[in-house]
């Protein structure tokens, strides 16, 4: 039931870009991103819901194919503020109020 | 700015003691829950609250209980603790209506070792 995220981990130079994939054996109603540094709590980056919207948030974006049941979630010209995991975390049914979160991505840019 | 807090950053205790995990959120938000985070398993939720005096079990509930008294805390009970709780411990809040409208907003995390 849990998703799963790929790959497990992403190694960057500064201005590379990076995709990391979540995908649900379960139909979908919404995905939500979030990114964790190391030490901190985990940061909401953005919502897509059921409807296969894109979404894009400075130079992070991220689409939802609810066909697939898979979202996927952008980074572009990375920048060493980007570093850290990341968790998709999926709502199975609409008002769930609940989340399951992905086995995350470990994401590492260096200069 | 919203903030959940967390009543310590680290603990250790001992097997078989009864542990307590305290959570505060300042935002008056309906929502709340405890996930515990391992290497590899991602967070994995263990109960939720949608208001005082209620609780829902989440996927990984064995081994663990929950308490809410008042709106703004809610508390993680591990009744006999056991080294297979030893573990990271987020807890998170959200305003209520439907998730999917809202995010969750995480506290710092309590590391628990339990020898």
């Known amino acids: 039931q849990q998703p799963v995220q790929s790959p497990q981990a992403v190694i960057l130079r500064e201005g590379e870009d990076a995709v990391i994939n979540c995908s649900s054996s379960k139909a979908l109603y919404s995905v939500h991103w979030y990114r964790q540094k190391h030490g901190e709590a985990p940061v909401f980056l953005m919502i897509l819901l059921k409807g296969g919207e894109q979404k894009g948030h400075e130079k992070i974006s991220a689409s939802f194919n609810e066909k697939k049941q898979q979202s996927s979630l952008y980074l572009t010209a990375s920048q060493l503020s980007y570093s850290g995991t990341y968790f998709c975390?999926?709502?199975?049914?609409?008002?769930?109020?609940?989340?399951?979160f992905g086995t995350g991505t470990r994401l590492q840019v260096f200069p | 700015d919203v903030k959940v807090t967390q009543s310590s950053r680290y603990l250790v205790k001992r097997t078989g003691e009864k542990v307590f995990l305290e959570c505060v959120q300042d935002?008056?938000?309906?929502?709340m829950f405890w996930y515990r985070q391992d290497p590899g398993l991602g967070l994995r939720l263990i109960y939720f609250?949608?208001?005082?005096?209620?609780?829902e079990k989440g996927d990984i509930p064995e081994g663990y209980s929950v308490s809410r008294e008042k709106k703004e805390r809610f508390s993680l009970i591990l009744e006999s603790a056991s080294t297979n709780q030893t573990s990271m411990y987020l807890c998170?809040?959200?305003?209520?209506?439907?998730?999917?409208?809202?995010?969750?907003?995480f506290g710092p995390g309590t590391r628990l070792l339990v020898l």
């Open positions: 935002m008056d938000h309906e929502n």
């Open positions: 975390g999926t709502e199975l049914t609409y008002n769930t109020d609940k989340l399951i």
């Open positions: 998170a809040s959200s305003n209520g209506g439907t998730v999917s409208q809202e995010t969750q907003y």
């Open positions: 609250s949608y208001d005082v005096k209620m609780k």
